[in-house]
Nanobody, 124 residues
Framework: QEKLVESGGGLVQPGGSLRLSCAAS????????IGWFRQAPGKGREGVSC????????YYADSVKGRFTISMDTEKNIVYLQMTNLITEHTAIYYC?????????????????WGHGTQVTVSP
């Protein structure tokens, strides 16, 4: 069974850091693009970052450039999202998903497989 499981969320103070993990089982991530999206209360799902594993190209939303870094450990079959200098506006449920490498990895509608998410709360 193909599964994506996010972990690493939690409560952090503004200015703090977290590293989220997206672990895949039942399939290999290096055949896909992997994206991180987030959904804050009352808002739609927003693209945060993605990585195209066929050429290691990456995308970041303007709101997270310079703060977040996406990376992949092909041996462990995990994609990470390192988040630094967090602010309260980053509070959301963070989801990872997979799409075909030829699709626009920044576009939510291109994704067909999602994890259940991990909660990130940034609060004083």
């Amino acid at each position: 069974q193909e599964k994506l499981v996010e972990s690493g969320g939690g409560l952090v103070q503004p200015g703090g850091s977290l590293r989220l993990s997206c672990a895949a089982s039942g399939f290999s991530l290096d055949h896909y693009s992997i994206g991180w999206f987030r959904q804050a209360p009352g808002k739609g799902r927003e693209g945060v970052s993605c990585i195209v594993t066929t050429d290691n190209s990456t995308y970041y939303a303007d709101s997270v450039k310079g703060r977040f870094t996406i990376s992949m450990d092909t041996e462990k079959n995990i994609v990470y999202l390192q988040m630094t200098n967090l602010i309260t506006e980053h509070t959301a449920i963070y989801y990872c998903g997979t799409t075909d490498p030829w699709r626009n990895c920044a576009a939510y509608i291109e994704y067909r497989h999602w994890g259940h998410g991990t909660q990130v709360t940034v609060s004083p």
